[in-house]
């Protein structure tokens, strides 16, 4: 994500936020930005998933990739 396109979401969440009247979604989105975590949730991961994790980008890093297009029209067609 470009610096712009980071600015742009930035100003669109902000925007977004400034018209909620939903209070269970401001209290939700308030304790988002209160939360934190001395844990790593990669150190929760078992060997399993490590390993498909690892096995999808080696794919991605050698182009073994499927564009979202294709997947969702390969998906209907099914």
Known sequence: ???????????????WIE??????????????????????????LSESQIERINEGLADAENGRVVSSNDFWKKLKNA
């Open 19 to 44: 018209q909620l009247s939903d209070t269970s979604m401001l209290s939700f989105l308030e304790s988002l930005k209160d939360s934190k975590t001395d844990n790593d949730w990669w150190d929760s």
């Open 1 to 15: 994500m470009s610096v712009e396109e980071i600015k742009q979401t930035k100003s669109n969440l902000i925007g």
